[in-house]
């Protein structure tokens, strides 16, 4: 039996050697359009598809391999004689190869400007077909997607003149991932058009970025996966600098950092351990806002993550340079501040394209048969929302306060007290059973600082005890979504203290 290779790859790279190692190997090579004229001009024998069709290509070149000459080449099995003998009735030749890459649907749709009609037209059809029939029969034919694939191939076509089944396996299930996914990012793309919400499917597609060494712990296994199209202002998106791999919890905490400096347009430092924020500081420099960052928590930023929204400066980098920390992120480093943080050989550097702003996505939770998903919680303060339901309104430096720790709170896991003033974090309470529990951790890690600070709240008190506490410890006003039946008794407790206290209306639950 006589070989033949098809090959149509929007992707050329590597595709002129693989087509002159698949005719040393004994293939008749087909082609189409564009990677015909690229072969042909590099003096490769090609028989074109419409010579094995006997059809032409039509509608702009949307039907060009569609056929069956070219799918009963493809799906036939080799060992039964009935199929044999229809092909052959019918004039088909096998295709024992199929090499095809598809339309670059997903570079296309990534343009900015990018118009529905260019988006529709790089939908590949008779690409994921061919790939499709050539891999759901890869016990006798060889599919191709991946250019990384092509050494190998010619190597074991060379060493034993033919692809084994266990690799045409390996490449078939590579092929229905490849064909998976790019329908995903078309269904995506389309079901964002229609502007439906809550499809009755939910397909996602993800590209590996990295495989790491555990998970959270050394006995689990762990990788990381990229979204296609997803935010630039994020750690799938970092440049790394400097530094060993990261880690699953690195990413995680990575993760928490970047979105909380993402709530501050002031130079702002935030430092994470754990994906809770242990100290966030602004100031009118960045060296003074990580100043007030360490000094919220001196202990706890001890082997944590810390993420500037600012250039590091020389002068940051040598406060930096001074602790033990896992991670640096910031948008960029001057060279000399650059230089400094690298004479710490694990200290891991990275920069994100803070500039390039946050795309709003969907919060993807794994459980365990299922998964969970939800909008981001990208909810701003909104004063003009806001009501103080106390006697005493806040003050000018008061409300300064109380926007910070809102800031904050939101992204410090639940039940969530973060005691504050207007530039620095002071206590941190963060995923307690009861409200007044985190308060308790929040005010004994603020000490004598509490007297004259603020409290945020991630959610109502459900009783009058965290105003309670707050009082005592000095706090003079109060941020809380507001909206228990007993909000009377917080109310009533704060006017008794004389602390102004204001109601969002928007909760900011953190599990």
Known sequence: MSKRALLSVSDKKGIIEFAKGLKNAGFEIISTGGTKKALLDEGIEVTGISEVTGFPEILEGRVKTLHPMVHGALLA????????????????????????????FQQTIEKPDVTWEEAIENIDIGGPSMLRSSAKNHQYVTAVVDPADYEGILLELAHTGSVSFETNRKLAAKVFRHTAAY?????????????????????????LKQSLRYGENPHQKAAFYEKPL????????????HGKALSYNNINDA????QIAKE??????????????????TGDTIAE?????????????????????????????????????EIIIAPSFTPEALNLLKAKKNIRLLTIPFEAGSNIERRISSIEGGLLVQDSDNAKLDETTTTVPTKRKPTETEWQALKFGW??????????????????????????????????????QAGEKAAGSIMASD????????????????????????????????IQKADEYGIAMVFTGVRHFKH
């Open 264 to 281: 501050f347009a002031e130079p702002a430092a935030v430092a994470v351990k754990h994906s809770n924020p242990c100290g966030v500081g």
């Open 230 to 241: 997803g935010s630039l202002f994020s750690i799938a998106k970092a440049k790394q600098l």
């Open 183 to 207: 329908d995903t990012m078309i269904a995506q793309y389309m079901t964002e058009l229609s502007g439906e919400e809550n499809p009755e499917s939910l397909t996602v597609t993800y590209q």
């Open 407 to 444: 800031k904050v709170v939101k992204h410090v896991k639940s039940n969530a007290i973060v005691v504050s003033n207007d530039q620095m974090t002071l206590g941190v309470g963060a995923g307690q059973m009861n409200r007044i529990g985190a308060a308790s951790i929040a005010l004994e």
């Open 289 to 325: 806002a990580f100043a007030k960052a360490f000094e919220a928590d001196e202990t706890s930023i001890f082997g944590g993550i810390v993420a500037l929204n600012r250039t590091v400066d020389v002068k940051t980098a040598e406060k930096l340079s001074g602790i033990f920390l």
């Open 255 to 258: 993760d928490a950092a970047i």
């Open 459 to 490: 959610a109502f008190f459900p009783m009058e005890d965290t105003v309670e506490a707050a009082a005592k410890a000095g706090i003079t006003a109060i941020i809380q979504p507001g909206g228990s039946i007993r909000d009377i008794d917080s």
């Open 77 to 104: 099995k080799h060992g039964e004689e009935s199929h044999l003998r229809q092909i052959e009735e019918h004039g088909i030749v096998p295709i024992q190869l199929v090499c095809v890459n598809l339309y670059p």
